[in-house]
């Protein structure tokens, strides 16, 4: 076994200092009977790192590669460029195959990274402090939902219609535990988010309302108004992100109010990866920082008086505070954090702004096109690089016609909404920088073939 | 003479050493080299990326947009689709490449890892990350593909999603899987939300889980994260859980217990199947934390002990990266008590060969009691590669040799230790994976994280410190299978001089460490004056405080 340092004589060796005289003595606690003395019968025995290879290979050749065919998915998930020297950097050894910087003599590197990483993302959403990352946009949005209840002792979360339906649904299993109340809706194919019904809604109850910048059609509202009517009543505005590369050129949550803003971290630096390990987002002001989730590095110094990082504020969390922590996470996202913080190292402002125009303007070109086809109506008229179109045919059955001539077309809402009668016809195309001309005349004419 | 750096930032302390050595102009110390905050040395207008140079076609109407490679800050551009809400700039310092790549490969040298030596953290399961696992990972079969892409276009991750849990049911001896929680502490919250919607759909409103004291403390953060109150049971003198005072405290409140075998005292519960049978007996469900299962892979089947749930952190067990702390997986397995209630989406395998994610739209028909969905997606793809080709590579056989040389190992380091550290459960037989320790002996003034610091000197990780809390001054150490009889004889060495040295009162090691980038760190600082982010110097030099940073800057 090629993982396995130890030989034959060593374990002999071993055994005799230990005073066992095999290794089945050291299972002894475990009841006669259930230690199995042969390897599990019908599972496969050890095979050669090249047999291995060839097993996954076969498997992953079966998948329709993004990057090969002209692709136009998002939805909470971004194909984007990222240099080749960010996954150099994520695969050092001394990244990749650390832990939790416990120790932080010895894991300056990794502490001096989530610092940095902690200021570009409080910088990118507008807020004063972000933590040190979650598990991904979908667990970030329940978590601060928690929060905001822990904040104003209220338990009525208001959810915009434009919020993702899987966020959605992540927070109505947690909410059935938990005792709170979601106010949800669902989308119309109008122009119009449902900022009206949100501020409608608010009342002496209400902990949060909850909204989606850009929203999952792709449609941008001006956060200030809700924000306002949300904290004249005590309420807290929470935004959610789920393509962070749009903060490039409009503006940010929390510029506009937002008093935590979360989001998925996926776009800058973490590849696709069939939807995870992803990068929760997750910053607010710096007066609640205590009642926040997750892991937080802070600096301080040495006992030479040198500046150095820590793990702090860990009253906060499991391993001090048990059950009166302000959350059961223990993990963040360490190694995809760094890979969001190498790339936007990389991209800095310049690069940021850049990369956010030329979507904008892929995104805005292309829906000029498509929505010149005959029967296809653009519903959203404010985007950044995604948006929505009602076609004249049902959508999920056009993605699949698209698919069988090489074109990853959008989502369908009827994947996302099963179900919903008025959302069947709706397609959200999204469209990056990796988009090419040819990538657009392929789906353009793919569109209108399946559309007629 | 001051250390001054290339970003111009001095030490806040003088410069002269404790131990009077020499200080260089840099601050550096040959291979150990200082480095700035990014924000120290990187500018807004400095980028490491470039763009196709014609990036629309001219002309398009309606769409005049900025080339995208002008100057930061505000552009408004008319005929945009923005709504009017252009930001005015981010304030954002970005590197060139070459920069980029010297920023962090410097910062890793300032880290510990496993691929430099020993990393015994008791709990944790650092052991060897093998490189196979990352190049499959990477294939872009796997790496690129959308988790909304048509079913039919990503067959093969389907099977790839399947087929791990086809292993982790057999390795368990268990009815069902829930593939999607994030990590262990979300595995063990989709295990109490299994548990719980099983007691809803009896009728029976169950309000307690019990934990014992030694537990990880996501038990009792998950148990109250879903609506329960945690009461804790006592251990035994010999560290394992105390049935009769389990058994006593049974009764129909109590909706689950949370037991971790093997226990965090590095200890197999060897009731633990009297312990399942007392609290199905109870009406209680039994969640087991899988966090040490690498102890007993192959070994034994948890199935076989009566347990309802138990979460496999793939990120040890499966020895998919640690990454300076995540990403983890924690797939969960199930009972057939509990599998009806499981999360979505899942994998489901067909007799012609394909595979089918389950989500919403046909819960209805295929898995109708589902407590519903955990996560965005369908949980950490990334690992399933990894922890799958890590399993593919050892196979039954290996895996089962995994278990009994991460025993041997850890009863290696006991019995070789337990002269000169008092470790309180030896007298009770074997330990399993991990061999735990006590401060006690020390000389007065001296404890476990002067110990842990000076393993630092001695170029190893230190230990887990002061866990579990049931053990005084706790050192819990776990060697892992991939350590050869060589490292652990040297680490044996150094840990034995340490441990004589705080028996005897050494005060030199209240200095440790030494030889590390830094020297011990002010963490009451940290805490009581937090700096959670870097503020930009203001013109007159003092500190802009937390929050000053908004907008364009």
Same mark, same amino acid.
């Given at each position: ?13 071993? /055994? ?107 910088? /990118? +959403? ?59 809706? /669902? ?29 999952? /059609? ?208 709706? +397609? ?25 | ?36 905050? %990014? ?99 990477? %294939? ?51 295990? %109490? ?36 109150? $945690? ?188 002269? $000169? ?133």
């Amino acid at each position: 076994m090629r993982y396995l340092p130890l030989s034959d004589a060593d374990r002999s060796a071993m /055994l005799e200092k230990i005073g066992a005289g095999s290794v089945d003595e050291l299972f002894r606690d475990v009841p006669e009977g259930l230690l199995l003395k042969q390897p599990i019968e019908g599972l496969p025995l050890h095979a050669s790192e090249m047999a291995v290879e060839r097993e996954m290979t076969a498997m992953a050749r079966k998948n329709l590669v993004a990057g090969e065919v002209p692709f136009f998915l998002g939805c909470g998930a971004y194909k984007h460029h990222v240099p080749a020297s960010v996954d150099h950097l994520i695969q050092r050894g001394e990244f990749l195959t650390a832990y939790t910087p416990y120790q932080p003599e010895i894991a300056q590197g990794t502490l001096q990274v989530l610092f940095e990483f902690q200021t570009q993302v409080a910088r /990118l +959403l507008g807020c004063e402090v972000a933590n040190a990352s979650m598990y991904d946009g979908s667990t970030a949005c329940w978590e601060a939902i928690g929060m905001a209840r822990r904040i104003t002792r209220k338990k009525k979360a208001i959810i915009s219609s434009g919020l993702h339906p899987h966020y959605v649904n992540v927070c109505k299993t947690m909410a059935r535990f938990t005792g709170d109340t979601l106010d949800t809706a /669902l989308p119309n194919l109008d122009a119009a988010t449902d900022a009206e019904r949100l501020i409608a809604n608010i009342d002496g109850e209400t902990s949060c309302v909850v909204v989606q910048y850009p929203d999952i /059609l792709g449609r941008i509202t001006d956060l200030t108004p809700i924000a306002e009517a949300a904290q004249a009543k005590g309420a807290l505005l929470i935004a959610v992100v789920t393509e962070p590369v749009a903060l490039g050129l409009i503006k940010a949550p929390g510029e506009m109010g937002a008093d935590i803003v979360v989001g998925e971290g996926q776009s800058i630096g973490v590849g696709l990866q069939f939807g995870g390990p992803y990068v929760g987002l997750f910053a607010t002001r710096e007066k609640y920082v205590r009642q926040m989730p997750g892991r937080l590095a802070g600096e301080t110094v040495d006992a030479e008086g040198k500046r150095g990082f820590v793990l702090t504020l860990s009253t906060r969390e499991q391993h001090i505070r048990r059950e009166k922590a302000t959350s059961n996470i223990c993990t963040n996202s360490g190694l995809c954090a760094l890979a969001f913080s190498v790339h936007m190292t990389l991209l800095g402002e310049k690069g940021l702004t850049g990369l956010a125009k030329l979507n904008h303007a892929r995104a805005c070109e292309t829906a000029e096109r498509l929505s010149k086809i005959p029967g296809v109506r653009l519903v959203s008229d404010s985007f950044f690089n995604e948006f929505t179109l009602e076609l004249p045919v049902e959508a999920r059955p056009a993605v699949h016609a698209m698919v069988e001539k090489g074109v990853l077309g959008g989502v369908s809402l009827g994947r996302l909404y099963p179900g919903v009668d008025s959302l069947q016809n709706g +397609l959200v195309v999204a469209v990056t920088e990796v988009v090419s001309d040819a990538d657009i005349d392929a789906l353009e004419a793919a569109l209108k073939e399946v559309c007629q | 003479m001051t250390a001054v750096n290339p970003s111009g930032w001095r030490p806040t302390a003088p410069s002269a050493n404790d131990s009077g050595e020499t200080q260089t102009v840099t601050g550096n110390r040959a291979l150990m080299l200082e480095e700035p905050l %990014l924000f120290e040395i990187g500018k807004r207008d400095q980028t490491g990326v470039d763009f196709d140079s014609s990036p629309a076609k001219a002309g398009v109407q309606g769409v005049a947009i900025a080339a995208p490679d002008g100057p930061p800050g505000p552009q408004p551009s008319p005929g945009n689709r923005l709504g009017g809400l252009e930001r005015a700039g981010v304030d954002l310092p970005g590197l060139s490449e070459p920069e980029t790549v010297r920023h962090y490969t410097r910062l890793s040298r300032q880290n510990y890892a496993i691929d430099l030596g020993l990393f015994p953290l008791g709990s944790c399961t650092m052991k060897h990350n093998p490189r196979l696992n990352e190049k499959m990972a990477r %294939l872009p079969g796997f790496a690129d593909i959308h988790p909304l892409q048509p079913q039919e276009t990503v067959q093969g991750a389907l099977e790839v999603i399947n087929k791990l849990a086809e292993w982790l049911i057999q390795l368990t001896g268990m009815y069902g899987v829930a593939m999607s929680p994030k990590a262990g502490a979300h595995g063990e919250l989709c295990g %109490l939300l299994c548990i719980r919607a099983a007691l809803e759909a009896r009728g029976d409103a169950r309000q307690v889980v019990l934990v014992p004291e030694s537990a990880h403390g996501t038990n009792p953060a998950t148990a109250a994260f879903c609506g329960y109150r $945690v009461e804790n049971i006592p251990a035994t003198k010999a560290g394992r859980v105390d049935l009769e005072a389990l058994k006593s405290r049974l009764g129909p409140d109590v909706a689950a217990v949370m037991i971790t075998n093997p226990n965090t005292c590095g200890l197999f519960e060897p009731q633990m199947k009297d312990i399942s049978d007392a609290v199905h007996a109870a009406g209680a469900f039994v969640y087991c934390d899988g966090a040490n299962f690498n102890a007993i892979v192959g070994k034994v089947k948890p199935g076989d002990l009566g347990i309802d749930a138990m979460h496999i952190n793939l990120h040890k067990t499966f020895s998919t990266p640690h990454g300076g702390g995540g990403p983890g997986s924690g797939p969960v397995v199930v009972s057939k008590a509990l599998a009806p209630y499981g999360p979505i989406p899942f994998s489901a395998s067909y007799a012609d060969g394909s595979y089918k994610l389950v989500e919403e739209e046909s819960t209805g028909d295929e898995h109708p009691d589902t407590f519903g969905r955990m996560v965005a997606f369908h949980g950490q793809m990334g690992m399933f590669t990894r922890a799958l080709t890590y399993i593919l590579s050892h196979g039954a056989d290996g895996l089962a040799q995994v278990a009994e040389d991460s025993v041997l190992n850890a009863n290696y380091i006991l019995r070789s230790m337990e002269d $000169v550290l008092d470790a309180p459960f030896a007298f009770s037989g074997p330990c399993m994976h991990e061999a735990i320790f006590s401060d006690k002996g020390f000389a007065e003034g001296f404890s476990t994280i002067d110990v842990a610091k000076a393993l630092i000197d001695e170029g190893f990780h230190p230990m887990t410190m002061y866990f579990p809390l049931v053990v005084h001054g706790a050192m819990l150490v776990e060697p892992t299978e991939t350590e050869s009889k060589a490292n652990l004889d040297q680490f044996i060495a150094a840990l034995r001089s340490i441990a004589e040295r705080a028996r005897a009162g050494d005060e030199s090691l209240k200095a440790a460490p030494v030889y590390a980038p830094r020297r011990r760190l002010d963490e009451t600082q940290a805490a009581r004056k937090p700096v959670l982010s870097y503020n930009n110097p203001a013109p007159d030099g003092s500190s802009t405080g937390l929050g000053a940073h908004f907008g364009g800057g």
